[in-house]
């Protein structure tokens, strides 16, 4: 998929497939296991509470408050940047018997990020979502959300054009 957003106010566009990172090295905690890959990214052989953790180097484009946007299920998540951690969604599970679903978290970049390493520690409530890694997308918040509106865009669709169609003709024509 490759969109292209463009801004009236600064004149600037970008691609999503400039801001998607793809390359990581991958750790599972308790392992010998390390191994180059590319996001998404599934593991076979992961069980829920296992802790997974990606580590890449951000991209050294120079951008007006840089964020990250991490795609995740079901999965508590922390961020680490150059060691020192910036970010931490915990489980829902162990508090109240729930979890997140799958959700596109926003964190948020401190402005001398750039060239350093992240790192990404998931750890899965349940085993159908364990080994699962989602993209990750780097870039100023108002791109990362415009890739958002796209990724639901046929979503919308459905809801506010399909549906319509659909009641009108099942619901009044169905006698």
Do not use: H
Request: proline share 3%; glycine share 4%; net charge negative.
């Amino acid at each position: 998929m490759v969109s292209s957003f463009r801004f009236l106010e600064d004149d600037y566009s970008a691609e999503v497939n400039d801001l998607e990172m793809i390359n990581w090295q991958l750790e599972v905690e308790g392992t010998d296991f390390k191994e180059e890959i590319q996001l998404p990214y599934e593991m076979n052989e992961n069980y829920d509470k296992n802790k997974l953790t990606v580590t890449s180097i951000i991209p050294t484009k120079n951008l007006y408050e840089p964020y990250l946007m991490i795609g995740s299920s079901q999965q508590a998540m922390k961020v680490y940047l150059a060691g020192e951690l910036i970010y931490e969604f915990k489980s829902m599970l162990d508090s109240r018997n729930k979890t997140s679903g799958a959700i596109w978290r926003l964190v948020e970049l401190p402005e001398d990020c750039y060239g350093k390493e992240i790192a990404i520690s998931f750890v899965s409530s349940y085993k159908e979502t364990a080994g699962i890694i989602n993209r990750v997308y780097f870039g100023n918040k108002n791109d990362l959300m415009l890739i958002l509106l796209d990724f639901y865009y046929y979503l919308e669709f459905m809801v506010l054009y399909m549906m319509p169609i659909f009641f009108y003709r099942y619901v009044f024509y169905s006698y």
